[in-house]
Antibody, heavy 121, light 107 residues
């Protein structure tokens, strides 16, 4: 059964770059039918889609975050990563990675457990 | 940008039917998905492509989508169905969009 696990620093200083990795087990990031995505949830708030990547390297980003986001994939390690630059306190969130279908609707059928990132000096 | 609007909260008695709506411009022309999030847990997909249930999701969960509104219906609601529910759609200009979420309380 496919599982996703986020990893990375839990604390990032303002103006620095947040970096997270999602490790995929029980499946391959090279699968044809899926994107690999990142979603975040600020404390007590709703879900916000950050972006996703296909195994070919094609990326799709939330327009509101596009200028600060980079998502990459490493098929050799079966991982994909998120970088968010110039972070502020507003970027404090639980960050989830998820498998996202390429079907109509682009829904997320498997989610990681999430990792909390706090932006503070 | 495309927006999806959900009621902040819905209450239902055990065994009754709960309906959670999600509104967006011409939403019926797009596919809607729904996620359940219990406190402290990751979201779980409960409905995709308007009406389809993933494997393992109880039959009491159903969905519809027409006009400007998608609806998640939970029949015979149980205490374990309490949590936050999010709708999601995909638009060519803004890609994936989530609704603000609805807190379902089973009284």
């Amino acid at each position: 059964q496919l599982q996703l696990q986020e990893s990375g620093p839990g604390l990032v200083k303002p103006s620095e770059t947040l970096s997270l990795t999602c490790t995929v087990s029980g499946g391959s990031v090279s699968s044809d039918s899926f994107y690999w995505g990142w979603i975040r949830q600020s404390p007590g708030k709703g879900l916000e889609w950050i972006g996703c990547i296909y195994s070919s390297g094609n990326t799709y980003y939330n327009p509101s975050l596009k200028s600060r986001v980079t998502i990459s994939v490493d098929t050799s390690t079966n991982q994909f990563s998120l970088k968010l630059s110039s972070v502020t306190a507003a970027d404090t969130s639980v960050y989830y990675c998820a498998r996202q279908k390429t079907d109509s609707g682009r829904y997320m059928d498997i989610w990681g457990t999430g990792t909390t990132v706090t932006v503070s000096s | 940008s495309y927006e999806l609007t959900q009621p902040p909260s819905v209450s239902v008695s055990p065994g009754q039917t709960a309906s959670i709506t999600c509104s967006g411009d011409k939403l019926g022309n797009k596919y809607a998905s729904w996620y359940q999030q219990r406190p402290g847990q990751s979201p779980v997909l409960v409905i995709y492509q308007d009406t389809k249930r993933p494997s393992g999701i109880p039959e009491r969960f159903s969905g519809s989508n027409s006009g400007n509104t998608a609806t998640l219906t939970i029949s015979g609601t149980q205490a374990m169905d309490e949590g936050d529910y999010y709708c999601q759609a995909w638009d060519t200009s803004t890609d994936v969009v989530f609704g603000g979420g609805t807190k379902l309380t089973v009284l």
